[in-house]
Antibody
Framework: QVQLKESGPGLVQPSQTLSLTCTVSGLSLTSNSVSWIRQPPGKGLEWMGVIWSNGGTDYNSAIKSRLSISRDTSKSQVFLKMNSLQTEDTAMYFCARGSMGIRGWGQGVMVTVSS | DVVLTQSPATLSVTPGERISLSCRAS??????LHWYQQKPNESPRLLIK???QSISGIPSRFSGSGSGTDFTLSINGVELEDLSIYYCQQGNSLPYTFGAGTKLELK
């Protein structure tokens, strides 16, 4: 059974860096891509970026300069790092299996940017 | 980036009726268009992939159609459990953008 679970701090101060981890089970990161998608409270979904099965990455151009996605295949973990956080980055952050037509989602982790 | 425009933003429905939701792309996405349902405090659930392909475990009342720039998600006989927000996503060109969503509410 495929599972994805996000973890990370619930509160981040403005201008600081957000670090999130997606721990997967039941799938191989060398055979599957993993995306990060976020959703501000009461708003729609924003595709942030993807790490492909070969380790390559692609990012949403709107946040590309602040975002980095990496992985540790030995630990079945995918990482998101985003710097220079602002209040508008407050959102639920999801990791997901694949990049489109996504069937496997994590439960999400709520991140609030506030001092 | 490809912009997906969903309409209407909100649709008031009566149980049992057939409804259609629209997703229009700013440029052709071929059939790389996927539909999701999201209920409050839940992760999205994939309903339809590649514009019209059904997903195992999804009720047959959900169907999709379209190609290029115009797509439709249809629900044949809306049920109360279908009151949710529906999103489309394109996977033709990076970044893989989502539409703003259509909310189904009870009339």
């Amino acid at each position: 059974q495929v599972q994805l679970k996000e973890s990370g701090p619930g509160l981040v101060q403005p201008s600081q860096t957000l670090s999130l981890t997606c721990t997967v089970s039941g799938l191989s990161l060398t055979s599957n891509s993993v995306s990060w998608i976020r959703q501000p409270p009461g708003k729609g979904l924003e595709w942030m970026g993807v790490i492909w099965s070969n380790g390559g990455t692609d990012y949403n151009s709107a946040i590309k300069s602040r975002l980095s996605i990496s992985r540790d295949t030995s630990k079945s973990q995918v990482f998101l790092k985003m710097n220079s956080l602002q209040t508008e980055d407050t959102a639920m952050y999801f990791c997901a299996r694949g990049s489109m037509g996504i069937r496997g989602w994590g439960q999400g982790v709520m991140v609030t940017v506030s001092s | 980036d490809v912009v997906l425009t969903q309409s209407p933003a909100t649709l008031s429905v009566t149980p049992g009726e057939r409804i259609s939701l629209s997703c229009r792309a700013s440029e052709s996405v071929d059939t790389y268009l996927h539909w999701y349902q999201q209920k409050p405090n839940e992760s999205p659930r994939l309903l339809i992939k590649y514009a019209s392909q059904s997903i195992s475990g999804i009720p047959s009342r959900f169907s999709g159609s379209g190609s290029g720039t115009d797509f439709t998600l249809s629900i044949n006989g809306v049920e109360l459990e279908d009151l949710s927000i529906y999103y489309c996503q394109q996977g033709n060109s990076l970044p893989y953008t989502f539409g703003a969503g259509t909310k189904l509410e009870l009339k």
